[in-house]
């Protein structure tokens, strides 16, 4: 298939349909959708709708704006309130609530706060304001993360000084780890993240299958994306097979890409332990800027707060990024906290499980079969 229309094809998702409701007759799964885009297609298209009730869809913590705990979005805000300093980030990350408000509010205040498209736009930034220092929020898995290390080896081959990065890219493999682990959520397999495959391949989620023998598709991004991987999963389960399969192989390549994994490996290391929100700290679960290009590390250059801060009782957020709820079950969903005024993080990012929930899961399951069936 080339075109995008073939991946939404109505006729192929009836048909694929069918098939899993008869792999899944007469027993109950549970899958989680670990990355936020798989999230929001599953939303927008209806596809829980559509499912048969014995397959049910989780959402997990592969929101990479969702996990950032609300310290580190204050320690941004510090930063961003410095003299002489113009804070850069996504613009996503503007509306993340902190404890004292967001970057949008600091902005307001008079801190110079600019969004960018990516790391090497903070970088120009810098390069036409060298009276200024510039400081670049980075947050990402391992998809976005090269980019901010091709960044950081630019800044290197231009002598740039007056530029740094307040690194907070997480790994993907940590946090399946620990949800495998919680007592609190049984699963019959996953959906594995797409966009993060095509840079660590599927190497890195052997251990699924082998440790705690659940199975995962790596999945891609359209309706019939979504419908095929959670078919290979149940294919999988009746054959009594459990491995990594590659459902996106017109994007992800096994070995994923080498030359991005190698520049990371050059420019980044891990970090001891770094704090998620609703999963809490986890080992070695995050990048900072590798010591050899210390010179562009922000938490060097600038003596930060660092002080950790719980979220507010009342958002559920880390349920959520757990699977333990759905995004409805929340007390404030839709009420205290929407796209407008949001409390949590997953209200915020456009790969949020409640925003996805907020803007397109509002159908009824009577009111999706019928709009499947007309099509």
Same mark, same amino acid.
Do not use: Q
């Given at each position: 298939m080339k075109f995008v229309d073939e991946f939404r094809d109505p006729a192929a998702a009836r048909a694929l349909v069918r098939s899993i409701t008869e792999l899944s007759s007469g027993d109950d799964f549970k899958f989680m959708e670990v990355c936020g885009g798989h999230t929001h297609t599953i939303y927008r298209h209806g596809i829980e709708h559509l499912l048969p009730e014995t397959v049910e869809l989780v959402h997990g913590p592969g929101c990479p704006v969702c996990v950032i705990p609300m310290g580190r979005v204050d320690d941004a805000m510090w930063l961003a309130e410095q003299p002489g300093v113009i804070f850069t980030t996504f613009g996503d990350m503007m509306r993340v609530p902190g404890s004292k408000g967001n970057l949008i509010e600091a902005k307001a205040c008079g801190a110079d706060v &600019? !969004?960018?498209?990516?790391?090497?736009?903070?970088?120009?930034? +810098?390069?036409?304001?060298?009276? &200024? @220092?510039? #400081? !670049? !929020? +980075?947050? /990402?898995?391992?998809?976005?993360?090269?980019?901010?290390?091709?960044?950081?080896? &630019? +800044? &290197? +081959?231009? /002598? #740039?000084?007056? !530029?740094?990065?307040?690194?907070? @890219?997480v790994t993907i493999v940590p946090p399946i780890k620990a949800i495998l682990e919680s007592p609190d959520l049984r699963l019959s397999g996953f959906l594995g993240p797409g966009h993060v495959s095509t840079v660590v391949g599927l190497r890195p989620y052997r251990f699924v299958p082998h440790v705690y023998r659940k199975p995962m598709v790596v999945a891609g991004f359209e309706p019939l994306d979504i419908l095929a991987s959670v078919h290979m999963l149940l294919q999988q389960i009746r054959d009594g097979r459990c491995e990594v399969e590659n459902q996106y192989t017109r994007v992800v390549r096994p070995d994923g890409n080498t030359q991005a994994l190698k520049l990371m490996a050059e420019t980044f290391e891990l970090r001891p332990h770094f704090e998620w929100r609703g999963l809490g700290f986890i080992s070695q679960s995050a990048l900072k800027v590798h010591q050899d290009y210390a010179e562009f590390d922000a938490e060097v250059k600038f003596e930060m707060p660092g002080v950790r801060v719980a979220d507010p009782k009342a958002c559920q957020c880390g349920e959520v990024l757990k699977g333990v709820i759905k995004p409805w079950e929340c007390k404030v969903f839709g009420t205290a906290c929407t796209p407008e005024t949001p409390i949590g993080t997953c209200m915020v990012s456009p790969e949020g499980a409640c925003a996805a929930y907020y803007n397109f899961g509002r159908l009824h399951r009577e009111t999706a079969l019928v709009l499947g069936q007309r099509a």
């Open positions: &600019r !969004f960018v498209y990516s790391p090497l736009d903070a970088l120009k930034v +810098a390069v036409d304001n060298p009276d &200024r @220092h510039v #400081v !670049f !929020f +980075a947050v /990402g898995f391992e998809t976005t993360a090269p980019s901010t290390a091709v960044t950081l080896v &630019r +800044a &290197r +081959a231009l /002598g #740039v000084t007056n !530029f740094s990065v307040y690194c907070n @890219h």
